[in-house]
């Protein structure tokens, strides 16, 4: 076994402390990593806290991962020791099921294999995720960091960058299309990067009049006060797509009205309680769409790191040690980080 270091919870009352724990020796068609940057996720706060029901304490949260290849198994052919690579949000998958077969692992019938508090397929215990020394991996969920992006700014792009990549790609976002983006946070400013980057005309809508300059910095090209309903009115039947990234449960339908015919809103936060139910008559006239959407698969994770590596997108992020995590915790609540907390797991040296 490997001896691995991190931070963690053992219950849901508890703040996250230093934890000891053992990962399992590489297989053959394992990649073990030195981390080197984990992102902080609202997922993690709300695994930490037990706000989902499922958690299996102690859990070890942490799924936007930079590291080294330390070591690789006798199978493995794409990855060498010292390449840099990345880690999302799952670990592993039943591989043969049709969603599988189809590169959409993310969907997986029996259920994908989450990178912390998911159950092994193959010893039976739980996974521990980034917010630690190291981690090993199937060779099938590890991914190429371009060299070109700063590894740091690049770690949210393993959780917030494909959540909000995967649903513009499948919606087809492009030029000569309006593209609303719902709430600024650590989903928010990576859809309006990678909206703008995609050529759409971007309109962010946020309930803070202060987050203008910063929307229009980051590639919005309008930005609506969501809650001036006549700034709202001047947008109706104009959107062809409208991704939400808000996680706090809130009423969908002033941001239905202004979908086009055959316009889609897909929702990407995942609130604790579920949203109000939208009348439905917001959808029947006007032939609009209401979706859902998860991560993307390994393949359109590559694929999104190529596209950010190609024009150099990175996340905007708030470096920390891992001995305050428990204060980022609070002030992500209070959204108070442009727009994404990274670790420095280098601090996991220092005295806690």
Request: with cysteine; aromatic share 6%.
């Amino acid at each position: 076994m490997i001896t691995s270091t991190g931070y963690g919870a053992t219950s849901a009352r508890e703040p996250l402390s230093k934890l000891d724990f053992e990962r399992r020796d590489p297989r053959p068609d394992d990649v073990q990593i030195d981390i080197l940057y984990c992102g902080v996720c609202h997922s993690d706060l709300h695994t930490a806290r037990n706000e989902w029901g499922n958690t299996v304490y102690p859990v070890v949260p942490g799924h936007e991962i930079i590291g080294r290849v330390a070591a690789v198994g006798d199978q493995v052919t794409r990855f060498k020791p010292g390449d840099l690579v990345g880690v999302g949000c799952m670990v592993d998958s039943c591989q043969h099921c049709s969603a599988c077969a189809e590169s959409l692992e993310q969907y997986c019938e029996n259920g994908f294999v989450g990178t912390y508090n998911g159950e092994e397929m193959h010893s039976g215990g739980m996974t521990y995720g980034g917010y630690s020394s190291n981690i090993v991996v199937r060779d099938k969920f590890v991914l190429r960091i371009p060299d070109n992006l700063d590894p740091a700014g690049a770690a949210p792009l393993l959780c917030a960058g494909i959540t909000t990549y995967s649903p513009l790609r499948q919606w087809k976002v492009g030029p000569g299309q309006k593209v609303g983006i719902v709430g600024l946070g650590g989903l928010g400013h990576m859809g309006i990067k990678l909206a703008h980057a995609m050529g759409a005309h971007v309109v962010l809508f946020t309930t803070s009049p202060g987050k203008r300059e910063d929307a229009k910095r980051l590639g919005a090209d309008e930005v609506v006060v969501s809650k001036n309903a006549d700034e709202m009115r001047a947008h109706r039947n104009s959107f062809d797509f409208i991704l939400n990234t808000v996680a706090a449960p809130h009423s969908l339908d002033p941001f239905l009205e202004l979908l086009k015919r055959d316009g889609t809103m897909t929702l990407v936060g995942a609130p604790a309680s579920p949203h109000p139910s939208p009348q439905v008559f917001n959808l029947i006239f006007g032939r609009r769409r209401l979706a859902g959407s998860l991560i993307g698969g390994i393949a359109e994770t590559q694929e999104m790191l190529d596209f950010c590596g190609e024009r150099g997108i990175v996340s905007d992020i708030e470096m920390i040690r891992i001995q305050d995590i428990n204060a980022a915790y609070e002030r992500m609540l209070k959204s108070d980080v442009k727009y994404r907390f990274v670790i420095d797991m280098a601090s996991l040296k220092q005295q806690a």
